[in-house]
């Protein structure tokens, strides 16, 4: 069993910033990778950034040069710096873990940006 702990969502202003942070542990031998998803009400829940344990990244084309997802394979700690944030980042945030070939997500957190 894997589990996930985010941390680090909030309120920002429009230009703002704010970091996620998200710790794996319990049985996590062979994590492949861990990102970060988001779901806005009413939409369906989409990537944001993902890093591989060999350090590739994969960002979304909506939060490229804004977005930085860094990875630390030791403690199995995934984060995203946030910067620029816009109205249309408001969303909960899903850490999710790759394990042998399994998806573990964790409850999330909530992101708001406004004014």
């Known amino acids: 069993q894997v589990q996930l702990g985010e941390s680090g969502g909030g309120l920002a202003q429009p230009g703002g910033s704010l970091r996620l942070s998200c710790v794996a542990s319990g049985n996590i031998v062979s994590v492949t990778s861990m990102g970060w998803f988001r779901q806005a009400p009413g939409k369906q829940r989409e990537l944001v950034a993902t890093?591989?344990?060999?350090?590739?990244?994969v960002y979304a084309d909506s939060v490229k040069g804004r977005f930085t997802i860094s990875r630390n394979n030791t403690d199995n700690v995934v984060r995203l710096q946030m910067n620029s944030l816009k109205p249309e980042d408001t969303a909960v945030y899903y850490c999710?873990?790759?394990?042998?070939?399994?998806?573990?997500w964790g409850k999330g957190t909530l992101v708001t940006v406004a004014s």
């Open positions: 999710r873990a790759v394990v042998r070939g399994t998806a573990y």
């Open positions: 890093a591989t344990t060999g350090g590739d990244t």
